[in-house]
């Protein structure tokens, strides 16, 4: 069963920093593009950051310099470091796998910077 599982979510404050996770099925994992996206209340879901199997990476202009994308091939797993929050990032954030065939989705983790 192929499965796209996000954790690592929760309430911070401003300026606080959170890591989300995200473990995937090998067989989506494996030579593709992962990516985290958000959705905050009432918008779009919104590209944050994206990375390559061979680790080129790409970001969303409103997170550069704070957030880093990262992955671990031999777990499966892709990472967002998230630093120096701030509460316009309060989001669920999404992990994504484009295969050719289709993209996966997880269930999302809630992200909520307040003071």
């Known amino acids: 069963q192929v499965q796209v599982v996000e954790s690592g979510g929760g309430l911070v404050q401003p300026g606080w920093s959170l890591r989300l996770s995200c473990a995937a099925s090998g067989s989506i994992f494996s030579g593709n593009t992962m990516g985290w996206y958000r959705q905050a209340p009432g918008k779009e879901r919104d590209l944050v950051a994206t990375i390559t199997h061979g680790g080129r990476t790409n970001y969303a202009d409103s997170v550069k310099g704070r957030f880093t994308i990262s992955r671990d091939n031999i777990k499966n797993t892709v990472y967002l470091q998230m630093n120096s929050l701030k509460p316009e990032d309060t989001a669920v954030y999404y992990c994504?796998?484009?295969?050719?065939?289709?993209?996966?989705w997880g269930q999302g983790t809630q992200v909520t910077v307040s003071s």
């Open positions: 994504n796998a484009a295969t050719m065939r289709r993209s996966y």
